[in-house]
């Protein structure tokens, strides 16, 4: 079974719809890898938003900006996949999804992230590369990284 990829704006989503994206993120982020942060910090709005659905399931989801809303270039950020549905390949999904759509909507090839570091090789397999030191992010050791 496959996800199925949406991508909308902060004013397309539904009501329940941002509860369950915003519970998966919770879940992820704070729960699992035990991260005290701010997410609710007044970014979604200016967002685009690529949710990934399975039977009904908000299972995956990113948010992308254009370049100056967060960092100088387009970028993708409050990567997520459910726990239980990571071991099918959802990331890689996600992330292409993620690039197509700014690449359709921002115009552009140019992505920056900033990336948890053991995720390094994951992303380098969607062709980003390090730029700069490890630093640390909310307690997390992070590494930027770009796409062009």
Same mark, same amino acid.
């Given at each position: ?11 397309? %989503?539904?009501?329940?719809?941002? &509860? @369950? %994206? ?16 701010? $997410?609710? $910090? ?6 685009? /938003?690529? %949710? !990934? &659905? ?15 809303? &967060? ?17 099918? !390949?959802? !990331? /890689?999904?996600? +992330? @292409? ?5 700014? *690449?359709?909507?921002?115009? #552009? #090839? ?13 992303? *380098? ?5 390090? %730029? ?7 307690? +997390? ?8």
């Amino acid at each position: 079974m496959s996800v199925n990829f949406r991508v909308k704006q902060f004013e397309e %989503i539904e009501a329940l719809e941002l &509860y @369950k %994206i915003l519970r998966l993120r919770a879940e992820v982020f704070v729960v699992e890898q035990d991260c005290v942060y701010q $997410d609710i $910090d007044n970014k979604d709005q200016k967002a685009l /938003h690529v %949710i !990934g &659905y399975k039977n009904d399931q908000i299972v995956a989801y990113t948010r992308l900006f254009k370049g100056g809303d &967060y960092f100088e270039n387009a970028s993708i950020g409050r990567v997520v996949v459910s726990q239980k549905e990571r071991q099918f !390949g959802y !990331g /890689h999904d996600l +992330i @292409k999804a993620s690039i197509e759509a700014i *690449e359709k909507h921002f115009k #552009t #090839t140019e992505i920056k992230i900033s990336a948890q570091t053991y995720l390094k090789k994951f992303y *380098e397999s969607h062709g980003f590369s390090q %730029i700069g030191e490890e630093y640390l992010e909310d307690g +997390i050791p992070h590494i930027a990284m770009v796409r062009r």
